[in-house]
């Protein structure tokens, strides 16, 4: 909200006093040392979706920048055998599945953002995609990675899962880049599915879809996909997506099933194997 508000009335107060775009991480280190030495407050930026207002600066005697991660945005590596893919951090969703595909794979984390978003700033913001019942939430699907901060490279190995110790994976998940700023992420990837297919269902009161989500989650149906909507938000995405008359018959078809307003809105989703589905 107060994003949109600064865009419609141009009162954007303050401003970072630089924009720096490293190409590398070697490059990110040089300007965290640069930084150090400077005493100027560096603030990471991926796709800039975050809602938490943490990438707008503040107002501060000492100078400010903006370190964006946006030309780091390709895919580095892939392993075959481990499922295995390095991306630099400032990958944006479609990029990274767009490179993805051309190798047969997919990693499946579909978060709101997802056009906008990277696959850096999931991790720093332990991001949970639209299809996560199947492919994971992020912190499944991070193996390791690069981060650089003021007092050198850390670099997280891929190695398999231990009981042994604690996780390094989750001392940066979720840190939205004040532990360190993550350069290059390694995500767990699998095939191509062979088929996938997207419904959605109308109930008529908050009750029963809750009560019909709660079975569906017990029973371990297999969805790749599965949301619920109140009736507010679902006469939101009627009113903003759907045929007018498509909605007017619908309304019809929920006020004769006692529900005028209140009906909800059921998003599932298979995707696998077409045995699977």
């Not at 945005?73 to 990958?91: K, M, P, V, Y």
């Not at 199947?134 to 690069?146: C, H, K, S, V």
């Not at 029963?208 to 017990?218: D, K, P």
């Amino acid at each position: 909200l107060p994003d949109w508000y600064a865009m419609r009335s141009g009162e954007f107060n303050v401003f970072p006093d630089g924009v720096a775009e490293p190409e590398n991480s070697q490059q990110v280190q040089e300007l965290l040392q640069w930084a150090m030495q400077h005493q100027v407050q560096v603030i990471p930026y991926g796709g800039g979706t975050s809602v938490a207002g943490h990438i707008t600066p503040q107002a501060s005697s000492q100078p400010i920048l903006t370190l964006s991660l946006a030309r780091m945005n390709n895919l580095i590596s892939l392993d075959r055998t481990s499922q295995i893919a390095r991306f630099g951090a400032g990958t944006a969703g479609p990029h990274l599945e767009q490179q993805l595909a051309e190798h047969g794979f997919m990693l499946g984390h579909f978060p709101q953002s997802f056009e906008l978003s990277t696959v850096g700033g999931w991790v720093a913001s332990r991001s949970s995609g639209q299809q996560s019942i199947r492919y994971g939430r992020i912190e499944q699907l991070f193996a390791g990675g690069r981060i650089e901060t003021p007092r050198g490279t850390l670099n997280i190995p891929t190695i398999p899962a231990s009981s042994a110790g604690p996780d390094m994976r989750e001392l940066f998940m979720g840190t939205e880049g004040r532990v360190g700023i993550i350069t290059e992420v390694d995500v767990r990837v699998q095939r191509l599915p062979e088929h996938e297919s997207f419904h959605c269902a109308f109930l008529p009161d908050w009750d029963s879809a809750v009560n019909l989500v709660r079975q569906l989650v017990q029973n371990k149906v297999q969805l790749s996909l599965l949301r619920l909507s109140n009736p507010e938000e679902t006469r939101t995405h009627l009113l903003l997506g759907a045929d007018g008359l498509a909605v007017k018959w619908l309304n019809r078809y929920a006020a004769l099933r006692g529900s005028p307003d209140g009906k909800c809105m059921l998003t599932f989703g298979t995707s696998g194997t077409k045995s699977q589905t």
